[in-house]
């Protein structure tokens, strides 16, 4: 993904999707797995929380700390700067306009406290939307030594003022599976099954970019300001990490093992020290989420976690949960029709 400041040439969609991404082989520790959850806010209100403790701490003689689901987010990370993009030929835009529109994982196994993994990278998607292009990058990770895919990544990416590659006078897609496909959200009716508070530090993105996301819009203040800030955001994906947490302490016990898949759809920045009240309707075995910023009474991110199993315990819950399906705005010219920026044009990068 270039980063030049402008545009320099059109989108050139058939070299972006011939593209071969080499491999990346990468190692990672309980270390960074302690690190992640601090910084998604494990045990930040309560340093013996019984169902977060052991996500930094060898709890009652666990043999090895337990992984936040989310904590795979930060894999597709490897094969970029540092900053969040990745170099892919043939795709030119200007940095600053990127927004991170959307992320969906897929969990195939519990992830291991340490391993050493491999990512593979593919192009799943290349919209044209006239004034914008959308880019959907697809990071599978595997483990080194058996070849087991451990978890898959995909990722949605806004280019704004890169679009209008296509000859047709209509928007034209190039994907390897049915757009959208996996960006349904369920809009809840009823009143939440369960509710979940996190007061984040002023200090949070800071200690949440150590896990490697260096951008400087989340810790510089005047790079912050050419933005639109009023000072550094948290990291979208630091968000998400404070939502699946959210769902797994009020659904699973504190037991991360029960999630298999995590969909988010970024919807608005956050600062640092605002509070994250996350809403959640069990529906199945699956739980719908929002996330709103409480001082500010908005919506910031919204999705859903889908579940290995529903302890029975909750299993009358679900009786009490009408959703209604919606389709999803999907990425289209503007941010107020995907969801990528609020009503009033501010953007959300992040």
Not at 63 to 78: A, D, E, M, Q
Not at 201 to 225: M, T, V, W
Not at 308 to 331: F, K, M, W, Y
Request: contains cysteine.
């Amino acid at each position: 993904m270039a980063t030049s400041s402008k545009p320099t040439a059109p989108v050139d969609p058939e070299v972006v999707l011939a593209h071969e991404f080499p491999e990346v082989s990468f190692d990672y520790d309980e270390r960074d797995v302690a690190l992640y959850a601090l910084g998604v806010g494990a045990c930040g209100d309560d340093a013996v929380d019984e169902k977060e403790l052991h996500f930094v701490y060898h709890r009652d003689g666990q043999p090895n700390i337990k992984v936040l689901p989310t904590f795979v987010s930060l894999f597709p990370n490897k094969n970029s700067n540092g900053l969040g993009f990745v170099d892919v030929p043939g795709l030119n835009f200007d940095a600053s306009l990127l927004l991170h529109g959307q992320q969906y994982i897929e969990i195939y196994r519990p992830i291991p406290s340490y391993a050493s993994v491999v990512n593979k990278v593919q192009v799943a998607g290349l919209h044209d939307k006239g004034k914008a292009t959308v880019l959907e990058l697809e990071t599978t990770t595997s483990l080194k030594e058996s070849g087991e895919i451990l978890c898959m990544n995909r990722s949605t990416i806004y280019l704004r003022g890169a679009g209008g590659f296509s000859d047709s006078s209509r928007p034209f897609s190039y994907a390897t599976y049915p757009a959208n496909q996996v960006s349904r959200i369920s809009i809840p009716n009823s009143a939440p099954s369960a509710v979940h508070d996190d007061q984040t530090k002023q200090s949070q993105a800071l200690l949440y970019r150590l896990s490697g996301d260096y951008n400087p819009l989340h810790s510089d203040p005047d790079i912050a300001q050419l933005a639109g800030f009023t000072r550094p955001i948290l990291h979208g994906l630091c968000t998400l990490g404070f939502a699946a947490r959210a769902v797994i302490k009020s659904f699973c016990y504190g037991e991360p093992t029960a999630v298999k898949g995590i969909f988010g759809r970024f919807l608005l920045h956050v600062y640092p020290g605002e509070t994250l009240s996350t809403e959640m309707w069990l529906d199945g075995q699956k739980v719908h989420y929002q996330t709103k910023v409480k001082e500010r009474n908005r919506a910031v991110l919204s999705g859903y976690v889908l579940l290995q199993h529903i302890p029975s315990s909750l299993a009358e819950t679900e009786d009490q949960t009408n959703v209604h399906d919606v389709e999803p705005a999907g990425c289209g010219a503007n941010a107020e029709e995907t969801g990528l920026g609020d009503a009033r044009g501010q953007r959300s990068l992040v």
